[in-house]
């Protein structure tokens, strides 16, 4: 069998890492297929492949585009490929091929804020409609995203697998002090700290966790907030609530930090708190877990599935409660070992390898499902 992976969105923050590490699983779990991989030209070489039949090209299709239906099918059928993966949920509407498509969540459709532009939203659910019609598959990532999925779109519960993703290998706890100590010193980071990453979005609930912050301080512990990730024109907002609270001079912001600094950042924290409303899966919480960093989180959405027994649950709209649930962990040493030793035995619950051979039994199914429909035309 020749499967085709779109990966045009590889070097994209979050997805990107789900797609390198998925399609790294399968190539390394079904070395007797052939693999095809699509590209952006900054990508080439991105995943490690150890040896076999793979071969990549590089594409600069713009995702959205006309020019994409017409150009992904004359390559899927250039490549005689038997099967298309999408691990985002862009599929060509004419495909020579089966597909399977990975929605990983309807945040645009859940969270209106995020996508203000009714025009905009109504072309999203168009495409997500589109995807969910013509892919003969669909995999989401968690339990909560594959009730959200069948709650906004028209899809068949049949139709649709939940396969859990893990953590990227490269996330795990620094043994070399001396490079979190640089990483800590270039951000300005000089106390103890809380950490909390994630693009700015209002469904990350930043201003939440200032609040909750302000409430922590209050408890008489000095400490400092580092929100990581890019935050755009988010920030300024940011900055005049934290001034308005107060607690500026206690909150750093990083901005956008490749993955070595990133987890040296997880390395370092003494809590990671996560205060989001709305997650399809839940990345950044695994990724703490992994570093040894025990987790404060809300109880919203996918949270609790991923994070089962090994976090710290508090109302992240309750800024006195998560405030005094951050307080717990950061000051009772204890109590954090715990979580730490909870987290490492839920980890156990995630592996790429599982995923890559829960994916390809599901592209077995796309392709048996094909055939039917092919017989019965």
């Known amino acids: 069998m020749k499967i085709a992976f779109d990966l045009r969105r590889v070097r994209n923050p979050g997805i990107g890492r789900y797609m390198k ?31 076999g039949r793979v071969e990549e090209i590089v594409s600069t299709l713009k ?10 099918p004359r390559i899927l059928r250039r490549h005689r490929v038997n099967l298309l993966h999408s691990p985002h949920f862009n599929v060509p509407l004419m495909s020579p091929c089966p597909m399977v498509a990975t929605l990983h969540d309807v945040i645009y459709l859940a969270c209106k804020e995020d996508l203000p532009s009714r025009l905009g939203r109504l072309y999203y659910r168009a495409m997500m409609e589109a995807a969910v019609r013509r892919a003969d598959r669909v995999i989401t990532v968690s339990e909560f995203s594959r009730s959200d999925i069948l709650r906004y779109l028209s899809l068949s519960s049949q139709k649709i697998d939940v396969i859990h993703p893990a953590v990227d290998p490269r996330f795990t706890r620094m043994d070399d002090w001396k490079q979190v100590e640089r990483v800590l010193a270039l951000h300005g980071i000089n106390q103890d700290y809380v950490l909390y990453a994630g693009i700015c979005k209002r469904r990350k609930n930043h201003a939440g966790l200032l609040r909750a912050f302000r409430c922590f301080l209050s408890m008489g512990k000095q400490a400092q907030l580092v929100i990581a990730g890019p935050t755009d024109e988010g920030e300024g907002p940011l900055r005049a609530l934290a001034a308005e ?16 600094d990133l987890r040296a950042l997880y390395t370092g924290a003494r809590v990671y708190a996560c205060p989001s409303l709305y997650e399809g899966f839940g990345f950044t919480v695994l990724e703490a877990m992994a570093c040894r960093t025990p987790v404060v989180s809300s109880r919203e959405t996918s949270l609790p599935e991923v994070a089962g027994d090994a976090a710290l649950y508090a109302d992240a709209r309750n800024p006195e409660e998560f405030g005094a649930a951050m307080y717990r962990v950061f000051t009772d040493s204890g109590f954090r070992e715990q979580l730490v030793d909870s987290g490492n035995r839920n980890l156990a619950r995630f592996s790429w390898e599982l995923a890559a051979d829960r994916t390809l039994r599901v592209y077995e199914q796309a392709i048996g499902a094909k055939v039917r429909r092919m017989a019965y035309a």
């Open 21 to 51: 590490c998925l399609v790294e699983a399968v190539l390394a779990c079904a070395p007797e297929h052939e693999y095809l991989l699509i590209v952006p030209p900054e990508a080439t070489g991105i995943i490690r492949t150890s040896g």
């Open 63 to 72: 995702y959205y585009s006309v020019r994409e239906q017409i150009e992904l």
């Open 245 to 260: 609270l107060g607690v500026s001079r206690q909150v750093v912001f990083t901005g956008r930090v490749d993955d070595t």
